[in-house]
């Protein structure tokens, strides 16, 4: 196990960390879309995201192009093995995207109707999928000796990936909130506020349901805390974060409520993160055939070039993040719409 293996698995979880909390205030935002009717609101909230959303799928792709240049052999035992929920995940991700160009373009009311539909439909489903998908991650794959998938699409639909999955659910609910209370005033504030309220009370119990369940039904994840109690502090710091944000939002503090929401997210994937390592994916038959940094990494050479190319990349991806969040930032009106 090489510095720069580790340094590309570090990399790899600091881009789903990113994707996840940029992009998931507005897959959250569409889930929240599915309870509004009123075309004004409708309009803000679209507005809200309008300038940001194909921003943050970058951190997705380039998650991705980074695992399929560090390490190919996840990508291509993860990739055969998700194979129908990724289409599933693509699906999901274009209707959202179609919809909310077409929507702003239709003129007819039970046409653009059915464009918001497709845009919540689309973020919930595209968030339950995530969720389910990596709660695979976690649990482990039915791999053979070579490292080929040997499940099916069923096989994927286990009660501990399904737990992750509305875990995930919840959480981005809750974070979708909290960035509509922060982006906006008066009534709609309001009503994001009790929304954040709402999604935290399934949000927080199942997250200290699933580190219960975790511990007791995925014993590989243990064996890193085991060995080093001090990672024990990710997991406390990511509930304890939960609860601010949830006390913040009743406060009416959307900035550091947001903001605590963004770090318990950070938290939660850094504690799963820490029982892998530095296993990518797990093997369900056998322990000998985990794919790990190690025995699925590319050449040092390629490691070496490639870390170049994402640096970069990424000074470039983080350089126009932070000008667009600054250019398009403050509170939304219903006059100001996409």
Known sequence: MSALQIIWFALIAILLVGYTILDGFDL???????????????????GAIAPFWDGNEVWLLTAGGATFAAFPPVYASVFSGFYLALIL?????????????FRAREWVPALRARWDLAFGVGSALAVLLFGVAFGNLMRGLPLDAEGNFTGNFFTLLNPFALLIGVLNVAMIAMHGALYVALRTEGELQDRATG?????????????????????????????????????????ALALAAIIAALSWNRQRKCGP??????????????????GLFPTLVPAL?????????????????????????????????????????????????????Y
């Open 28 to 46: 959250g935002v569409g889930i929240w879309y599915l309870t509004v009717r009123e075309e004004a609101t409708r309009r803000t909230l679209m």
């Open 89 to 101: 995940v693509l699906l999901a991700l274009i209707l959202r995207a179609v919809s909310i160009e």
């Open 195 to 235: 929304w954040a309220r709402l999604a935290g009370q399934l949000y927080l119990p199942l997250a200290a349901v699933t580190v219960v369940v975790a511990i007791f039904t995925q014993p590989h994840l243990l064996a890193n805390y085991l060995a080093l109690p001090v990672l024990w502090i990710a997991p």
């Open 257 to 274: 409520a947001f903001a605590a929401s963004s770090t318990g997210i950070a938290l939660l994937l850094v504690s799963a993160v820490s």
């Open 285 to 337: 038959q056998h322990p000998d055939w985990n794919l790990t940094i190690a025995n699925s990494s590319s050449s040092q050479l390629t490691l070496t070039v490639m870390l170049i190319v994402a640096v970069v990349g990424m000074a470039v991806v983080a350089s126009y993040t932070i000008w667009v969040y600054r250019t398009f930032g403050g509170k939304m009106r219903e006059e100001i719409h």
